[in-house]
């Protein structure tokens, strides 16, 4: 995968298969069910599960689970709607598990 060459990236733990790029992190600040979690423009080689509304600490969200496209482990979810006008920059974007990733170079 040469377009990965310097640039560092996160990938699947459980089977190394790459999921987000480290330049598509927008925060750091974020938890997700086991913890603590990114934010990220973009995500790569996942799954996602149906669309379902939640409440999460910020407000209802339609979200979509997200799975390893490889070994389908849980990874995170995609906001998909925020039905807050203040938590839309989220919609489109994807929060991702520390503990279900590691970086790579
Ligand atoms: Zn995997």
Do not use: L
């Given at each position: 995968m040469a377009e990965f060459v310097g640039r560092p990236f996160f990938s699947c733990r459980n089977c190394r298969n790459p999921v987000a790029m480290a330049d598509d992190i927008l925060s750091k600040k974020f938890h997700a069910k086991s913890g603590p979690a990114y934010l990220f423009r973009n995500a790569m080689n996942v799954v996602f599960g149906q669309a379902q509304d939640r409440e999460l600490m910020t407000g209802v969200f339609a979200v979509a689970e997200m799975y390893c496209g490889n070994c389908h482990e849980e990874m995170g979810w995609k906001y998909v709607r925020a039905y807050d006008p203040k938590q839309k920059?989220?919609?489109?974007r994807f929060i991702i598990d520390l503990a279900k990733i590691m970086k790579e170079y």
């Open positions: 920059y989220k919609e489109g």
